[in-house]
């Protein structure tokens, strides 16, 4: 028997109630000697962590550096080995698009098409702008392909999502772009025999954008890539028994947390917000995801004043979350985002799980190198569900 | 997708330079209240330590102790119970036998046959010396048995290794040996089909060994087992995209880094040849192995002051390391050898990672119970080439 199998047996609905609060990139490396956890005050992540019991998590594994799907796959629960999300599902996550099971979404580029040869693969990267009016000229022009309904949804600069929604497609496909420039454009290939109704869709659709934008300038072809259907993932509710609910103001995070199943709550875009939506809903849930950008963001902006800050201002509202006195409390990262990297990293979470039941260890204060003495130990990130449900209660007894 | 498929699409070829450091047998057992490491001098180790992310790896798995060959291979990031040496491979490249793919090997023992019977399966233990001259008659007198090559190379005592050349193959065959004295000798039997051309010959051979032999006084025979061709294993090259260099004086070390696609350079035979080698080849590779044979030896020894001084004098010759600025630096072991026990145990080996992405945690120290607290925990070995190549810069991001 498999231990998610084993953990999806012993799972018990009960009234107690999860809070699980995620810092994105929290991890930090030291500059001038102190990471941006170290440097920040924090006295009520502090009383957590003396409270609580404390340790480390690896988001997938020693060494490898996750991207935002992986780790939290990992962190909800799923195999990030197994649970494997396409670079067209991420894409669609990341701009909001919302993707069901009869959906195919790939990520596009605007291109430059040139006496029969892809000249420019981002169309001289044209403006945000730009990209909005011409996936609005596409999307008038055109609702579907052979009985296909087709949606562009416009990203940053040059690239948007197309959606492809209907019975039958597949998306074992292959990429409709030719990588390099100076090549004849290529239309996407069936990888499996099955695939060939959606490879048939998708090239016609190509034709009849490339024929809308004839008359642009430089946007005047697309490139697709990335094919993926909506991936098959138990829900919260039939692994755990779950009533989960997801406090997320990127859009990211927001569809990561709808493919494990949870409600996506009404958020503003501040931090602050987090925290008035847990308040307004927190009768309605036995288990909520709250997610904090900022952190993330300004390690990936090498930003250690803003980390910092960032970090210090969700510590303040630690008292909003405990004013609710919920069985458990945990607060962990995704992944680590050194200032020093400016980029995602390898380095493991720290981690707090505070509630009755939980060993309050010889950490006092919150940080990575702190934590790297708990009495959690170190362990990988896909194991912190389990830790959870077992704080709330809401595991069995395994065998008798 | 496995772990190990995952971490080999990960890897890019870069600039950067990764030093490994394996001190064989490092890891010691207190006598008189210290280990070899915690009693030796060592200013140059502890300053890694201070500076670098500490742990504790586990050759194998908890418990399980360790040869040479799996605590090589889990070093270099084989998973153990994967991949395993025959006893033959091992023996081969301990005394220097290189092992192509077409050869084939096995253990000999020289023995005595007499009355029809093996009396004796040491043949009285004869000198390494007597065994030489034995090894150089036969290979003398007999160069090839059925289209096949054959040569002996000698070992110390009665031992030595034989090599099959040739097409054809396979290394499915019981032991010739009837593994007690005062029974007939036995020859070897094919597993499998495919293997009944391998057991002709090697029938064959011993028995125009022992016709060569016959005026032999005790050295009149000879007994032949584990026989293994050389194993099919991914190379630094496939796996990692490392060009790769070995710097090991003793044969066993040598053989297992080839066995990995390893460039095997020349060095000397004291511990200051091997950074002298390193000198030279530097701007060569982008991955060196080090390999110190003299901790092991001392801890075989139980000699705790020849251990001692084998550290410090290591310890004396990092900075020849460090003025290279490779961008990661790891010293650690394949397993340890307490003194206590005078042999290998399966006792965690200590481990730092210096670099400019590694965390620089509470361990001041470098010896088996400081690391014990480092921030690297404690983990199986196999997975330090994921963190090697993590903090070299050498990963790309798993998923976005």
Not at 53 to 74: E, Q, Y
Not at 159 to 174: I, N, P, Q, T, Y
Not at 235 to 257: D, H, Q, S, V, W
Not at 371 to 379: K, M, Q, T, V
Request: glycine letters at 8%; proline letters at 6%; one cysteine or more.
């Amino acid at each position: 028997m498999k231990e998610i199998d084993v953990l999806r047996s012993l799972c018990v609905p009960t009234e107690s109630k999860i809070v699980l609060l995620v810092m994105d990139g929290l991890g930090d490396l030291p500059t001038d000697g102190q990471t941006a956890l170290e440097r920040a005050v924090t006295p009520h992540l502090d009383r957590l962590a003396l409270e609580g019991a404390c340790g480390l998590t690896d988001p997938v594994a020693r060494g490898i550096t996750p991207g935002s799907g992986p780790s939290h796959l990992s962190l909800f629960g799923y195999d990030p080995f197994k649970y494997i999300l396409g670079r067209g599902i991420l894409e669609a996550l990341g701009v909001g698009v919302l993707v069901g099971p009869n959906d195919m979404v790939a990520r596009g580029n605007f291109a430059t098409l040139s006496e029969g040869k892809i000249t420019d693969r981002r169309a001289g990267r044209i403006s945000s702008e730009r990209n909005m009016e011409l996936c609005r000229l596409v999307n008038s022009s055109l609702q579907s392909v052979r009985g296909i309904a087709v949606e562009l949804t416009p990203g940053k600069e040059h690239r948007f999502v197309a959606k492809f929604s209907g019975e039958g497609l597949c998306d074992r496909l292959s990429d409709a772009d030719p990588q390099k420039e100076n090549k004849p454009p290529v239309g996407t290939g069936a990888q499996t025999e099955e695939a060939a109704t959606a490879a048939a869709v998708v090239n016609a659709f190509i034709e009849e954008v490339t024929a809308v934008l004839k008359d642009q300038p430089r946007a005047n072809t697309i490139l697709l890539r990335g094919f993926s259907k909506h991936p098959t993932i138990p829900t919260f509710k039939e692994l755990y028994k779950l009533k989960a609910a997801a406090i997320a103001n990127y859009p990211m995070y927001r569809g990561l947390a709808k493919l494990a199943g949870m409600d996506i709550l009404d958020v503003g875009p501040d931090i602050s917000d987090l925290f008035d939506t847990l308040d307004r809903h927190y009768a309605d849930y036995d288990f909520f995801y709250m997610h904090v950008k900022r952190t993330d963001s300004a390690g990936e902006d090498g930003d250690m004043e803003a980390k910092t800050k960032a970090i210090e201002k969700t510590d303040g509202f630690i008292p909003r979350i405990l004013h609710h006195n919920p069985e458990v409390l945990a607060v962990t990262s995704d992944h680590s985002t050194p200032c020093l990297m400016k980029a995602h990293s390898w380095h493991p979470n720290p981690v707090i799980i505070h509630g009755r039941t939980a060993m309050p260890d010889t950490v006092t204060f919150f940080s990575e190198r702190a934590c790297s003495h708990g009495y959690l130990g170190r362990f990988p990130a896909v194991h912190v569900m389990a830790l959870l449900l077992a704080h709330a209660g809401k595991l069995q007894k395994y065998g008798a």
